[in-house]
């Protein structure tokens, strides 16, 4: 095929790439050392490269020749070898983890520089066009927080939102939302934009010692929406378990009798609404948009009714029949929450407060909280993207994975909204990964331009490509072949040629 002449830049992707170590091996496919990969656009022809990030994790593990930094699914424990002492220092220096810097989840933009990103207080500095490790940028230097999304929001002035969790820090467990400039001030040149990182605001975790586990938030002009889901890390589990032999995961807890409450921040008062709003129990990981209309937030979010999805991605349960055997408990359903946040105070207990034609609803309850029930979208989508033009503001068009039972994507949706019409893009043997939507430069319309992204082979026969679409008609325009083997990966962010800055190395 063809690519259009308009497409110049770079798409970059990262996910777990190596998974065993000399004769050790992670536990989990989301531990695996990070593999970051480029596709490169320029005049038409598309270029491949990938690289590992040289974490610390990374070095110290290839020069151990074994696993010896921990990752979320996978303790490591000191080398036999070592004298006792050094051994009683090592179990009580884990009570409070000092977390691995492998970022192997998603790419973020902060000022013109790039990081790759997890979801503890470590992100790495890399060059985009080289892919090379740079600095090692530590959170808690900055703002105390122990753990911190790999989705941050970007506003208009390219400034950086993000939220993090500060476990017990002055006896208080809470949820840090801050701000990181995307400029510094012109005297301070020399200074990272991280010097003047500010905070927006904290929420208190409605317990001391069980933080809600959260993978993303939600944006809308003047609002922050946080969800704050029964699915929590149990701390104290979590300062034993190195002693205990078991792993962080195992001190993650979903509570299926507990309900599920949103936090919206108002973003000028940097206050929290004081209604309670609340859901059913739920596990979220992605949100999608979000946005205001007549006195109420809307918001899109892919949900599941409990969280079996992270226990699939064991290596254990990842073999040859993985596609067969491994079937979701709990499929992954777009819901539409409505929350009223203007409304009459004097309303019945029993209302419907939702004035927006939907079928979601928000029922005010005895004691002033309200009820929320969704409206469902769609069912089987994941990793959802959308045109970044249309954040926070009303979107019509998600770009997804599609999974069925299966926790593995075979296909790329591309979902109305409004009228509940997919489309779909589907080969033999493709497993593509999270869809990337690049905008046509000058476009109108929220659906003009092309969706990429990497689709890995289950054949070992064939190779895996890039694939190219249309965003509107979601025709293929072209595939870019690589003649090496790729990994299936999880998150990145697409750079058009002009905010490249031209470093000269």
Known sequence: GQLPTWLQGILLRNGPGMHTIGDSKYNHWFDGLALLHSFTFKNGEVYYRSKYLRSDTYNCNIEANRIVVSEFGTMAYPDPCKNIFAKAFCYLSHTIPEFTDNCLINIMKAGDDFYATS??????????????????????????????????????????LNMGTSIVDKGKTKYVLFKIPS???????????????????SIP???????SY??????????IIF??????LDIVKMATAYIRGVTWASCLVFNKDDKTWFHFVDRKTKKEVSTKFYTDAMVIFHHVNAYEEDGHIVFDIIAYTDNSLYDMFYLKNMNKDFEHN????????????????????DAEAGSNLVTLPSTATAIKEKDGSICCQPEILCEGIELPRINYDYNGKKHKYVFATEVQWSPVPTKIAKFNTQTKEMLHWEDEDCWPSEPIFVPRPGAREEDDGVVLTC?????????PFLLILDAKTFTELGRATVDVEMHLDLHGM?????DLKTETE
């Open 227 to 232: 969800i704050e889901q029964p699915f929590k």
């Open 214 to 223: 959260y993978h993303s938030f939600g944006i809308t002009e003047n609002y």
């Open 455 to 463: 689709v890995v082979r289950s054949d070992p026969q064939k190779a």
């Open 494 to 498: 697409f750079v058009s040629e002009q």
């Open 183 to 201: 400029s510094v001030p012109e005297h301070e040149k020399k200074k990272s934009c991280f010097k003047h990182l500010e905070v927006v605001c």
């Open 119 to 160: 979801e503890t207080n470590f992100i790495r500095k890399i060059n985009p066009q080289t892919l090379d490790t740079l600095d090692k940028i530590d959170y808690n230097k900055y703002v105390a927080v122990n753990l911190a999304t790999s989705h941050p929001h970007y506003d208009s002035a390219g400034n950086i």
């Open 326 to 345: 491994i079937k979701l408990t709990s499929i992954p359903t777009c819901k539409r929450f409505v929350v009223p946040l203007q409304f009459d105070k």
């Open 205 to 211: 975790s409605r317990s001391l010692l069980h933080p």
